[in-house]
């Protein structure tokens, strides 16, 4: 992987020195596939469509890489849900707000 993403770095430098594109010293083509994937997810918060978008195999691969590293993103998510007290299984029989389901 690491012969073929070289390959491709090589060639975007060769296409951005012809339209005189000045690219960062250290850019790679693998930096600029993982900015993409980071944009995806912070964008949409879907990791399926981030896997889809970068061809990954697996969702422990995608989460590896794009879960590990945005914390801030991660926190934003979790601040989203209401928590509520008690066991899973008193919910089903009370509304929401019912005695045994009180939001914190």
Not at 82 to 89: F, P
């Amino acid at each position: 992987m690491r012969h073929t993403s070289w390959h491709v770095t090589k060639l975007l430098r060769s296409i951005a020195n012809r339209a005189g594109v000045t690219l960062p010293a250290g850019f790679t083509f693998h930096g600029l596939r993982k900015q993409f994937g980071s944009f995806v997810h912070q964008a949409t918060g879907d990791l399926v469509a981030t896997l889809r978008l970068l061809g990954h195999a697996s969702p422990q691969v995608t989460a590896a890489i794009y879960l590990a590293d945005d914390v801030a993103h991660l926190a934003r998510q979790v601040g989203r849900f209401r928590v509520v007290s008690g066991m899973a299984d008193e919910h089903t029989d009370q509304p929401w707000g019912g005695p045994r389901g009180q939001y914190l």
